[in-house]
């Protein structure tokens, strides 16, 4: 029961029929947006509940700030309203009033309002109020909001015009501790991805041309989707003392001077979840790892018997109230017994495209010899896909079972990851027939025609830009890990030391 395209077959039309049948998101009647079902909202309710608990364990608290920021803000910012122009949403009147029969704008605004598309500029307003001395230092905040951008070629998920996010933003006595709290964001979107999402990550910083508008620098995680290109998954920005000189924040040192702030800031979107679906879906659906899914088991009662309806019932509640109170993740295991009137292969295979981890199926013979049927959505078309076992004994392991799901899931994604990673294009002309003629293995077979990750040198020159453009092809990120070796820039042919990721992006 694969779906209409595959991974194979069509990429992209995969990835859309995996957010259908999986009934995840569908396209809004306002243009370039997108509205969140609730299986695609609550794995994002997982995000924000993981990412939110690391947020508040390193020190931060949550507050909220408008989405309306004046246009004076960003005029302040030159860098930064050069990085977003195209992608503003300005309001500039309010109020309708009907001509003709047809509502128009009304009143102009005194002055235009943007609709926020990131919010350093807003937030260092505020901190120039909140901050007077070094005592009043750091100011660690975060929120969880939505933001606006103008994109031309919206896709679900991945593009849109109003998307969700969260967004750190901090302040700092000193260079030093501020480029450590851009250190600790990336720490824990790498913890997030790895540890919760399964899936693996690079880390480095990206290259001059491609920081964050108004950036000192900016650190990102870069993931391998499984079609080779890269998906940024997370980004931490050291702003320096950008933002407070063009906000005015200030205080007096311990020496008793005045001088402005250190400041940073670091999000993830609902993004993630386009990288979710391209890290674990497969063709026939959607595949959640436990700790991101809403339910991380499912149980459908078979009904057939009507007879034995009242009792199968009961035993379907009893099983969920015993795994209820189990422990997996730190967390009770969320358990959604299905009881719609609807029929149960149907409810098992809607349950399989949602990407529920385990799938259990409870009948008279379960009832009979007091077990259950259940399936391991990963193993799906392997051994192990369909499994009996005893009501106690599927208790009592259940945690682990989800932790062998969750582990099997990231060694898939690091193999496919260590696998495309290509170290032996060492050439300009190696560089250039690899991109025009490469491949990927996904599922340890070879697809033709994709591409996969080029770790290779730079020499870093401005010239070497229009060539990537050219090839269309993305410097994802300098990898912390340098080798320091010499070896010829894969985009001119000079000399070059600096090791980086080449890749198409998403």
């Known amino acids: 029961m694969a779906l209409k395209n595959t991974r194979e077959s069509n990429y992209p039309e995969w990835y859309q029929n995996v957010i259908t049948a999986a009934d995840m998101a569908e396209i809004s009647a306002s243009p370039g947006c997108m509205v969140i079902k609730p299986w695609g909202y609550g794995i994002w309710e997982r995000i924000q509940h993981l990412l939110d608990e690391k947020i508040k364990e390193t020190g931060h608290e949550n507050c909220y700030f408008p989405m309306f920021i004046p246009l004076s803000f960003f005029?302040?910012?030159?860098?930064?309203?050069?990085?977003?122009?195209?992608?503003?949403?300005?309001?500039?009147?309010?109020?309708?009033?009907?001509?003709?029969?047809?509502?128009?704008?009304?009143?102009?605004?005194?002055?235009?309002?943007?609709?926020?598309?990131?919010?350093?500029?807003?937030?260092?307003?505020?901190?120039?109020?909140?901050?007077?001395?070094y005592r009043d230092l750091p100011v660690m905040i975060n929120q969880w909001a939505n933001v606006v951008?103008?994109?031309?070629?919206?896709?679900?998920?991945?593009?849109?015009?109003?998307?969700?996010?969260?967004?750190?933003?901090?302040?700092?006595?000193?260079?030093?501790?501020?480029?450590?709290?851009?250190?600790?964001?990336?720490?824990?979107?790498?913890?997030?991805?790895?540890?919760d999402m399964a899936m693996p990550v690079i880390k480095g910083k990206k290259p001059e041309y491609d920081k964050f508008p108004g950036a000192v620098t900016t650190y990102c995680i870069e993931a391998m989707m499984q079609d080779g290109r890269s998906?940024?998954?997370?980004?931490?920005?050291?702003?320096?003392?950008?933002?407070?000189?063009?906000?005015?924040?200030?205080?007096?040192?311990?020496?008793n001077e005045p001088e402005f702030a250190y400041t940073t800031s670091w999000g993830v979107s609902t993004r993630l979840i386009g990288g979710l679906i391209m890290t674990h879906a497969d063709d026939e659906g959607m595949c959640v790892p436990p700790?991101?899914?809403?339910?991380?088991?499912?149980i459908i009662p078979i009904l057939k018997?009507?007879?034995?309806?009242?009792?199968?019932?009961?035993?379907?509640?009893?099983?969920?109230?015993?795994?209820?109170?189990?422990?997996?993740g730190g967390e009770k295991i969320r358990v959604k017994l299905d009881s719609r009137p609807k029929d149960a292969?149907?409810?098992?295979?809607?349950?399989?495209?949602?990407g529920a981890p385990l799938i259990v199926e409870v009948g008279a013979k379960d009832l009979e010899k007091n077990a259950v049927m259940f399936r391991n959505r990963i193993h799906i078309n392997q051994d192990g896909w369909k499994n009996f076992e005893g009501f106690e004994g599927f208790v009592e392991t259940i945690s682990d079972k989800l932790q062998v799901i969750q582990d099997e899931m990231l060694k898939r994604a690091e193999e496919r990851l260590s696998a495309n990673i290509v170290t032996t294009v060492k050439t300009k002309e190696e560089f250039e027939a690899y991109f025009a003629n490469s491949n990927i293995f996904i599922n340890g077979e070879n697809q033709q025609n994709k591409v996969a990750f080029?770790?290779?040198?730079?020499?870093?020159?401005?010239?070497?830009?229009?060539?990537?453009?050219?090839?269309?092809?993305?410097?994802?990120?300098?990898?912390f890990d340098q080798s320091g070796t010499e070896g010829?820039?894969?985009?001119?042919?000079?000399?070059a030391t600096l090791d980086v990721i080449y890749a198409r992006s998403y």
């Not at 700790?291 to 499912?298: G, I, M, R, T």
């Not at 292969?345 to 949602?354: H, S």
């Open 75 to 133: 005029q302040k910012e030159a860098d930064h309203v050069e990085g977003f122009a195209k992608e503003m949403a300005v309001v500039t009147h309010s109020r309708l009033s009907a001509v003709d029969g047809k509502l128009v704008p009304a009143s102009p605004l005194e002055e235009p309002l943007i609709v926020r598309p990131t919010s350093e500029t807003i937030i260092a307003d505020s901190f120039s109020k909140w901050v007077h001395s």
């Open 149 to 195: 951008r103008w994109e031309m070629r919206p896709r679900l998920f991945l593009r849109t015009r109003e998307f969700l996010w969260q967004e750190g933003h901090t302040a700092h006595a000193s260079f030093e501790e501020a480029e450590k709290e851009a250190e600790i964001g990336l720490k824990m979107y790498e913890d997030l991805c790895v540890n």
């Open 231 to 255: 998906l940024q998954a997370g980004t931490s920005h050291f702003l320096g003392q950008n933002f407070a000189k063009s906000a005015n924040i200030k205080f007096i040192n311990t020496n």
């Open 291 to 298: 700790k991101l899914a809403p339910y991380e088991v499912v």
């Open 305 to 328: 018997d009507k007879s034995k309806e009242t009792e199968i019932s009961a035993y379907a509640e009893k099983l969920k109230n015993a795994l209820k109170d189990k422990i997996f």
């Open 345 to 354: 292969v149907d409810k098992m295979w809607e349950w399989t495209r949602k």
């Open 454 to 479: 080029v770790r290779g040198k730079w020499c870093g020159d401005d010239d070497t830009l229009d060539k990537l453009k050219e090839m269309r092809l993305t410097i994802r990120c300098i990898p």
């Open 488 to 495: 010829e820039c894969l985009l001119s042919g000079k000399k």
